[in-house]
């Protein structure tokens, strides 16, 4: 159901001004988006923008069981319905909620006419276009050059960013079409950060131990992806940076006693 009043923490919109984030927004409401629901179907036409505030979406190319591979995750530093930017109305990926939480939710043919009418508005979240096509290079750059290891690395970080807490739940599944790899793939590059006392994962459940540690271990993608948001967004746009060692990760890690489950 619509939660009226939720307060605007999506980072696009809060860089807009206030007269074009009204226009934009207009009198819609943010929703409670649900784990596992599925936003849009890859090469289905787009009924609605969403500009996430704690949930994240995941972006995951056509393909046949393993050859599906996650992309893109998108946050509070950014929207889905990017085609629509571009004046097409068909999603080339499948959007699904990897994380459960609220986002704005815009009509396609709203968006269209308000982006057509205002060139600032349409200009501000070309930028993020640009930011996440550059991500979208560089993460086929990263799967095809990276270890799998380095390249959990990454994914773990980008998750807990856009989660906003170093304790969020992954599915193995999701992990393995993120890595492109199987799911025994996975729980061995797993190890190998729990072994580092990096991370703690069990049964999906992630706690980030050392955030540090993680970005050493993580492929250079990580900072790069960092560099052009912060670049080509601002310095009001960097990711969140949680402490190094977050108590609560600690606790939880504690909980669930370190061992790798499916
Ligand atoms: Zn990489």
């Known amino acids: 159901m619509p939660t009226k009043r939720a307060p605007i923490k999506n980072r696009l919109l809060a860089a807009l001004s206030s007269e074009d984030r009204l226009r934009l927004l207009g009198d819609t409401a943010a929703l409670d988006l649900n784990l596992s629901e599925t936003l849009s179907e890859s090469g289905a ?4 923008v969403y500009f996430p505030v704690d949930s994240v979406i995941s972006l995951i190319t056509p393909g046949i069981s393993r050859e599906q591979l996650e992309v893109g995750l998108v946050g509070n530093e950014g929207m889905f319905g990017l085609p629509l930017l571009l004046g097409i109305r068909v999603s080339p990926l499948r959007a699904v909620v990897q994380g459960a939480g609220r986002a704005w939710r815009i009509d ?11 060139a600032s508005i349409r200009q501000a979240l070309n930028r993020y276009l640009y930011v996440f096509l550059a991500q979208l290079m560089q993460t086929a750059t990263c799967t095809r050059f990276h270890l799998v290891e380095a390249r959990l690395a990454r ?4 998750s807990r960013d856009r989660a906003h807490s170093s304790h969020f739940h992954i599915t193995h599944e999701f992990l393995a079409r993120l890595l492109g790899v199987r799911r025994v793939g996975v729980t061995s590059a797993a190890s190998a950060l729990q072994r580092r006392d990096l991370i703690r994962y069990k049964r999906g459940d992630v706690a980030v131990l050392d955030a540090r540690g993680l970005e050493r271990a993580a492929c250079p993608c990580y900072a790069i992806d960092k560099r052009i948001y912060r670049r080509v967004l601002g310095k009001g746009l960097v990711y969140r940076q949680p402490a190094e060692r977050d108590p609560e990760a600690i606790r939880l890690a504690t909980r669930v006693e370190g061992s790798i489950s499916c």
């Open 45 to 48: 036409h787009i009924h609605h």
């Open 108 to 118: 396609a043919g709203h968006f269209l006419r308000v982006i057509e009418s205002h």
């Open 155 to 158: 994914w773990l970080l980008m």
